[in-house]
């Protein structure tokens, strides 16, 4: 299972929030390039890169330092969402070494999208699905839908993309825990992987995630926990990486 470092990133900054606030966020850096660094050294092999400004204004805001942190480290994969809502910014981003473009509020607002850039962009797409007592929630979890998560899910997964993120809004930033659960029978409802994200605190969180890897999780997304320190991210990747 492979663990992957959140940099989230509000004016430039890598800063986490708690459930999604923008007013509720705490600053890890201002040099977001050198906290990559810090876990690309630690072993990370992927990267998970959130525009937060991006994602309420609807389109980039901090895809300079995303370029910048892509020309830095090569070798590791990067997956970009926030903001991003049309071909021309899944392409810019592409273009600029990024591997996965992750769609967030507008798979869920205009599903045929998703189906379309799956199509144009093979193997590059992927879903964020974050979800609350098993809704959907979007624009920046601010609203809450009437659709299931499973249901889209099982949608995005005929339309061709390459992973559901499964994100449990409740439990983000929180570090109470990870829904494993919620996440596990999500995987068991589709065939294509589910990287989990949301809550994870410390390595029993990990334990319990690994334990879900055959369901069909294959990844896990931490944040919080790793900056704060309840978490050794080098010790957690090694320990998830053998199943």
């Avoid at 929030?17 to 072993?43: C, H, N, Y």
């Avoid at 990067?78 to 049309?86: A, H």
């Avoid at 449990?168 to 596990?184: F, Q």
Wanted: negative net charge; contains cysteine; proline residues 3%.
């Amino acid at each position: 299972m492979l663990l992957i470092p959140a940099i989230d990133l509000k004016e430039g900054k890598c800063v986490r929030l708690r459930q999604g606030r923008m007013e509720d966020d705490t600053i890890f850096s201002e040099d977001p390039v050198a906290v990559a660094g810090k876990w690309v050294a630690a072993g990370a092999q992927r990267i998970h890169l959130v525009d937060l400004d991006g994602a309420f204004a609807g389109k980039p805001k901090n895809a300079g330092v995303i370029n910048e942190i892509v020309a830095a480290y090569p070798g590791v994969a990067i997956q970009v969402g926030g903001g991003i809502r049309d071909e021309d910014t899944i392409q810019a981003y592409l273009d600029a070494g990024v591997e996965y473009v992750i769609i967030g509020s507008k798979a869920v607002t205009a599903p045929h999208f998703v189906r379309d850039v799956a199509m144009e962009f093979p193997r590059h797409i992927i879903v964020g699905l974050d979800a609350k007592d098993g809704k959907v929630a979007t624009d920046g979890w601010s609203k809450l839908s009437r659709h299931d998560v499973i249901d889209l899910a099982q949608h995005f997964e005929e339309d061709g993309v390459e992973a559901i993120i499964y994100t449990d809004i409740s439990r983000d930033g929180m570090m109470n825990g990870v829904n494993v659960e919620a996440t596990a029978a999500l995987a068991r409802a589709i065939r294509i992987p589910v990287i989990a994200s949301g809550g994870i605190t410390n390595m029993d969180d990990i334990k319990a995630l690994v334990a879900a890897a055959d369901d069909g999780v294959m990844g896990a997304i931490t944040g919080r926990a790793i900056y704060e320190g309840t978490l050794d991210f080098a010790e957690a990747f090694k320990f998830a990486a053998a199943f």
